[in-house]
């Protein structure tokens, strides 16, 4: 069941009256950035509806969240006032409100089109934690390097693994990525330096948080989800010859620091509602510090393309779904903030790889050619085990209603030669 | 040789006229941040100076960088600004020089006790990234945890070993830390939620990048020290036992993220400049993006106090030097963006743990009393093996002069109880 807009919304539209997500975009080139939702193939200018006299909300009017560069400011507001924002946006989208239907001079300068506007990263990310939350995808690393038996290392299924990742390179969908140069090691050589030539995918979701916490202050785990604004595609591009060499003991670091796009569109938990499902069976049972009533997963149907040059049009090589993830938002987060660690309107916290049960479903080239050993044939009868410069990866995502679509958009980034 | 100013300035005052570093203070309670230089024990406000026309350079006058709460502003701003404005300093504050000195209005306004000021964070940290870059530490710590043979592991002697930090939990000296909550596995026990029992430091130095670079575009390390604007003292406070569980495969997590202590005095490349020294022989020879020919050690003393309840001082429990770190700065920058990850002015470079070859400089709890096996005996008669509830530890450090010091001031931070 769907509620038709004025707007005309395509039903596999990834952007539904019953998504509204939030993103920063300029209208034209060198305009200040404001915030926007995406609504069929517009974009809606929050800005000017608040001008306007057309969104009325009392702690909006204070905090004009929608004439900044980041959505840092809209997202430390809190639910009852997204929720308040996302309620009058619906309204006026309505096909029977003429409010905004029928004001000419308002709906000509608060709607774009989506393919004429420069989308921007959404948030100032404060600091960028990605997890290791699908079972499927440890085991799957784990297994290669460890063998079958100890494929999951003893903390795995007590605690959502993680560590911090790199703020100052997550980068928006669409900018294009240098591939890094590094130290690395091949067998028993002495190391070298040269380009990565192990460069891979990670096919993620992360989510950024609403109003933080102070120091030494944690969530609890009931009420995590009250910090949580909404979700992103993230591909956490991943040089697996350089993590190989410098990891232990301390972790990846410029194997992964060097590029994490996201997708521009943050959908709201409140969007995502309808989608929720109970995550996997959590045996042995989590602490209770851990442990939430609710169903913590959702139904997020995700698809890796890949596109080579010769190509022209990304070819699916893996499909994937959110509800895979072992540890849900709500565990990572309280789990994060059990140590008493503050979080930051805007901190992105990522999933880490979304990997299914089946091998199509694996959300790395990693997995889904073994290391190397089952290389992936496309279309033009190209082969790749890993990226290629010039290639183009896109991540798309959506959860799917009834008629209707709660989507992502896509997390888009193409492969540049490295500069060694 | 020393410099005299017309404000008496002790011989063992870490604030001589040769240091003048940067920090960011309060003159009085809820009064905007600023940014001054400590000199003996004064700081001299600097905005006061460019507002009374007595400091005239050009960029300044442009950005404003001393009428902000950060020093990001001047941090960008690049070495020839750094070293006009220190000129400058230098000589106003000189004894023979009159425009400060017999301006009494200005100097009034310009110069406040350092014990009646509240010092800030002196950056807004875009990043945090901590190294391992003590041979002896890392020896140490390798020797505990897998025998002497296999000490330091076989990517160590090859390239600065580091892992990202959180940023958002870097704190000026003076915050109390509250001991944190989380989960940890004693012996063959079940996993357990609850207070860390083994809270430890590590002593460590930290540097500000001053301008950072593009994403994609590594710094060279020989342009690197061009990016460093100054150092701090940084304890990177550790629960050893949330540590030892989480840590495997991604590295230190919340055994780190719930709070690093700086201290609020940034002392510049300048002012070191007469400190520097040949860091350890490297053997094997890095790979040549990794070798410069300068220096890169500095001669910096380093001491570690621990103060209980029942003692009125802190206890000299470490002595150190910053000299012994085998990576160097220069290598830890041009290590960090060779994969193109870009930094940003203000983001925190620590050293990681600094120990030297004897046991009493060895720069954390955990190794000092070798895993708890030696417990410290304190002047009270009370022992020690890691830190407990109301403790206090005071990190210190400067370089010697002939007749001056240039100093770094303290981090200090106490131990609150655990919230669970």
Chains 1, 2 share one sequence.
Not at 293 to 301: K, R, S
């Amino acid at each position: 069941m769907t509620t038709p807009s004025f707007i005309s919304i395509p039903s596999d539209s990834d952007f539904s009256i019953h998504n509204l997500p939030y993103g920063v975009f300029r209208p034209s080139p060198g305009a200040p950035p404001r915030v926007g939702v995406a609504i069929g193939d517009f974009v809606l200018d929050c800005s000017v509806l608040v001008e306007a006299g057309l969104l009325v909300v009392e702690e909006v009017q204070a905090a004009q969240p929608f004439r900044k560069p980041s959505l840092n400011a809209f997202m430390s507001l809190g639910r009852p006032v997204w929720q308040a924002v996302r309620q009058q946006l619906q309204e006026l989208l309505a096909a029977e409100t003429a409010t905004l239907r029928d004001n000419e001079p308002v709906r000509e300068a608060a709607l774009h089109r989506l393919d004429q506007v420069e989308m921007l990263l959404p948030a100032t990310i404060g600091d960028y934690t990605d997890f290791y939350s699908s079972r499927e995808h440890a085991t799957n690393v784990g297994t290669m390097f460890r063998g079958k038996d100890n494929a999951l290392q003893p903390n795995w299924l007590h605690l959502p693994v993680g560590y911090h990742g790199r703020a100052s390179s997550v980068v928006v969908s669409g900018i294009d990525i240098r591939r890094p140069c590094g130290q690395t090691k091949p067998g028993d050589d002495p190391p070298q330096y040269g380009p990565s030539r192990l460069l891979d995918i990670e096919l993620e979701m992360g989510f950024f948080v609403g109003p933080g916490n102070r120091l030494g202050e944690p969530i609890p785990v009931a009420d995590a989800e009250e910090h949580i604004f909404g979700l992103v595609l993230v591909n956490d591009w991943s040089a697996r010859d350089i993590q190989k060499w410098e990891y232990v003991p301390l972790g990846p670091f410029l194997g992964k620091n060097f590029a994490t796009t996201v997708s521009p569109w943050v959908v709201t938990l409140e969007a995502l509602a309808p989608f929720r499902v109970p995550g996997p069976t959590q045996e042995p049972a989590p602490l209770p510090y851990l442990q939430h009533p609710h169903p913590g997963a959702f139904d997020i149907q995700l698809e890796v393309g890949l596109q080579t040059p010769e190509m022209d049009a990304p070819h699916p090589i893996c499909r994937s779904n959110f509800k895979h993830l072992y540890w849900s938002m709500a565990q990572q987060l309280a789990h994060h903030t059990v140590s008493g660690c503050n979080m930051r309107s805007g901190d992105l916290l990522a999933s880490g790889t979304i990997s299914g049960p089946t091998e199509d479903s694996y959300g790395s080239l990693l997995e889904l050619t073994w290391r190397g050993s089952k290389p992936i044939v496309l279309p033009t009868g190209e082969t790749r085990t890993f990226l290629q410069d010039g290639d183009t990866v896109v991540m798309k995502g959506y959860a799917q209603g009834d008629g209707y679509r709660v989507g992502f958009g896509e997390a888009r980034g193409r492969i540049l030669p490295a500069p060694c």
